[in-house]
């Protein structure tokens, strides 16, 4: 049997990243520039990552680097941050452990609620960071760490 003539059919492609969509990023960086007027939008081969300076209240400012992870849409971000590393609250490789999945979404960032929100959890954790290296005291909710460092121990 002759195949018909006429158009065949499209070849497929796949969607663009969300980072690609203008949609989908203004909603996940809404805010963003009033908040945070030095972070920096990054596209590399694994995604986006958001860079900039946040001010620690009382405490002196950082750099900070927003990996965030997800193809279709944001599903989580990892923070790693310029200064002093001692935390009880720090993963290996430096990047900060702000909560544990199984908490209340009302104590964790969820990626619905934006890039700004994140980094106003990633300045409160800095200020909490900066407090326990000052005090010896961690001035917050914390969940119990598998062999958590002592203070003046890299995690």
Wanted: hydrophobic content about 35%.
């Amino acid at each position: 049997m002759a195949r018909p003539r006429g158009r065949s059919a499209a070849p497929f492609r796949a969607p663009p990243p969300w980072w690609a969509r203008q949609a989908a990023r203004v909603i996940f960086e809404s805010g963003l520039l009033t908040a945070y007027p030095t972070m920096r939008r990054i596209v590399g081969p694994e995604g986006p990552q958001y860079r900039g300076r946040l001010d620690v209240p009382h405490y002196e400012a950082r750099t900070a680097t927003v990996h965030v992870t997800g193809y279709d849409r944001v599903v989580g971000a990892s923070v790693l941050v310029d200064g002093p590393t001692q935390s009880p609250h720090r993963y290996r490789g430096g990047y900060l452990c702000m909560w544990e999945e199984e908490d209340p979404p009302a104590m964790r960032w969820l990626t619905s609620d934006g890039l700004v929100a994140l980094l106003d959890h990633v300045r409160l954790h800095l200020f909490r960071e900066a407090w326990w290296r000052e005090t010896g005291r961690w001035s917050g909710p914390q969940a119990p760490h598998r062999a958590a460092p002592s203070k003046g121990e890299a995690a």
